[in-house]
């Protein structure tokens, strides 16, 4: 019996899923060598392997056709399933943007989509949501972009539903923060007639669930469970909160969602800040739902720096509910601008001196700087914040070793002095915007990334029955049950990164006070929908003030913001993201600055204070 020959070429993925892997034999090494050279990001492992970044290979595959022997290439089934589905998709946005003046076209029409939910689905869906689930529909993977409160989530399960009903998909797994667990759990059993069997993914691991949940902090750790669950059977994949993998392959949760994508039959990110920071979030966004053709279209759209035109270029690769279409109230959040006292002021500049005199030692050093940057926006609320550095309940993320000073030092001297002289102008005057609100009867969400600014507020507000919600609050149902039902608790202290994703509270307040921001724009929109969103009675006044120190740091972070805000709403084609801008996991120290957002920085410590 005459033996096979053996493959000139094989072509497969390495271990985490990032890169593909070709192997040859010692009669091909030298053609293997050229191949090699053809890609960009092309590295030979030995004289007969070699690695190329998933997303180089894809977008260069095309280098495989000048492979002597193209018979006898042998692919990784997984990998030939991948690139048909990213060669698919280009093909169908490509044939879109031909006719992009026409708008979205879809395959499944908007008075097809309930028949082909199947008898299982039992939920209503609102005349956008039909429009989302059918655009989705017309391609193998899709991102949604909505704003929060279009119900992406139901969305979500109406395409597995369809994907199901077809046959196409038995499984899904979602990757979702904690805070949304609760919205699935909902979701999933208020859907269909029969719900699937859902596991949230703790400690135990359930291989016989139809639909798993996980956290993106526990993902890393659950990649051998998961990818052998996804194995078992065709499953679908969602990130919702996709912007959390933002970092992409350079990123703890980012590498862990590439590892799982190939081994999805269909992908889907929802989260309604795609590019809080540049078209760099958005390329690796892009790239965990089309490998290769993703990074490459928005590296493309955006080259000329036409938004205009790059909305009209990537609009096909997504769909997008805006609050326009959801008929809420429009609200304008306002500046109000505070001057620093006499002392607080002296104290500032200090300080402000003191990282000054070492930006240009600091200049590559990114942690340095960002530690720098949290002082000044420590120093901008209240300077005694430095004196006994972070609380232990903060996430370590936002943790900043205590500012060192001499003892015998004036800025020491200061320092202890100060809270005994001078109120921080920003706590009096978010206490005047409180009692203005409470005589009204309206709440108020007070946000501070600084976690002993709440506990400082909580005492200093404590006539109007403040609750505290942050990293380390043990019960923090309670206390935001508290909040919604007690009439005589009028204000809630909490951080962004705690309550900024996964709460609706825009039926019990409409009033937001932000203390401090940084430069996580994608962290200040979501914060903004915890009081805006799909459900407010008409002619519900929103009303929300950032109170900004004048010539501090405040005024870099604001600049930076109305940046990435214009950015973002233009490359969204969505005017009311661009208003928010005419307001006047991963890099964690930084609190996401990019390099623009250093020098913005360093032109600021540069400059001498008036």
Not at 90 to 98: G, H, K, P
Not at 303 to 331: C, D, I, M, W
């Amino acid at each position: 019996m005459r033996a096979e020959a053996s493959p000139s070429l094989t072509i497969g993925f390495d271990v985490t899923r990032t890169k593909a892997v070709l192997r040859t034999t010692e009669q091909y090494q030298s053609d293997l060598a050229r191949i090699a050279a053809r890609f960009p990001a092309g590295v030979q492992r030995g004289p007969l392997a070699a690695e190329i970044d998933l997303d180089d290979f894809l977008v260069w595959i095309g280098e495989l056709g000048a492979w002597p022997a193209p018979d006898s290439v042998e692919w990784e089934n997984e990998l030939v399933e991948l690139v048909n589905a990213v060669l698919d998709d280009s093909e169908t946005a490509e044939r879109r943007l031909e006719d992009a003046e026409s708008g979205p076209q879809t395959v499944v029409h908007l008075d097809d989509v309930l028949p082909v939910l199947g008898p299982e689905w039992t939920a209503d869906l609102t005349s956008f949501q039909r429009r989302d689930i059918a655009q989705l529909l017309s391609l193998r993977h899709g991102a949604n972009f909505s704003v929060p409160g279009a119900g992406k989530t139901r969305v979500a399960l109406a395409v597995f539903s369809a994907l199901r009903t077809r046959g196409e998909v038995q499984r899904l797994l979602v990757i979702s923060p904690k805070a949304a667990y609760e919205s699935w759990k909902y979701e999933v059993s208020h859907c269909f007639r029969e719900s699937p069997r859902i596991h949230i993914v703790d400690k135990k691991f359930n291989p016989g669930a139809e639909v798993l949940v996980i956290n993106y902090e526990r993902l890393d750790r659950s990649l051998t469970s998961l990818a052998a669950w996804l194995r078992a059977f065709p499953a679908m994949m969602i990130l919702d909160e996709a912007h959390r993998m933002k970092l992409g392959a350079n990123g703890t949760y980012g590498s862990a969602c590439l590892a799982l994508g190939p081994l999805s039959r269909r992908r889907l990110i929802l989260t309604g800040t795609p590019a809080p920071n540049g078209a760099k979030d958005l390329e690796n966004l892009l790239s965990f739902v089309w490998p290769g053709h993703g990074r490459r279209v928005v590296t493309n759209a955006v080259a000329g720096g036409n938004l205009a035109y790059a909305s009209q270029v990537l609009k096909p690769l997504f769909t997008r509910t805006t609050k326009h279409e959801l008929g809420l109230p429009p609200f304008e959040p306002r500046i109000r601008y505070v001057e620093l006292p006499p002392l607080h002021r002296e104290i500032y500049d200090a300080i402000f001196n003191q990282a000054s005199a070492r930006a240009g030692a600091s200049r590559g050093d990114f942690e340095s700087l960002g530690r720098a940057m949290l002082r000044l926006l420590m120093a901008a609320v209240s300077p005694a914040l430095l004196v006994e550095g972070a609380s232990r309940y903060e996430p370590l993320i936002y943790q900043v070793p205590p500012m060192q000073a001499p003892a015998d030092s004036s800025l020491y001297a200061l320092l202890q002095q100060l809270p005994r002289y001078e109120l921080s102008p920003k706590y009096a005057e978010a206490l005047k915007i409180v009692a203005g609100n409470a005589a009204q009867g309206r709440k108020t969400i007070i946000w501070s990334t600084f976690v002993r600014s709440l506990t400082t507020m909580e005492q200093l507000f404590a006539s109007f029955n403040p609750v505290v919600v942050h990293g380390g609050t043990v019960d923090r149902e309670e206390q935001i049950s508290r909040f919604r039902a007690d009439p005589a608790c009028m204000v809630l202290l909490s951080n962004p990164a705690t309550l900024g994703e996964g709460i609706n509270l825009h039926h019990h307040c409409h009033d937001a006070v932000y203390v401090d921001r940084d430069f996580l724009a994608g962290r200040f929109l979501q914060s903004l929908d915890r009081i805006h969103r799909l459900g407010l009675a008409p002619g519900t006044e929103t009303r929300v003030t950032v109170l900004v120190a004048r010539r501090t740091v405040d005024e870099v972070v604001a600049d930076r913001l109305k940046i990435k805000l214009e950015f973002l709403g233009k490359i969204l084609d969505d005017p009311s993201v661009q208003e928010l801008a005419d307001m006047q996991e991963e890099v964690a120290v930084a609190r996401g600055m990019d390099m623009v957002d250093i020098q913005a920085l360093l032109g600021h410590m540069r400059a001498l204070p008036d």
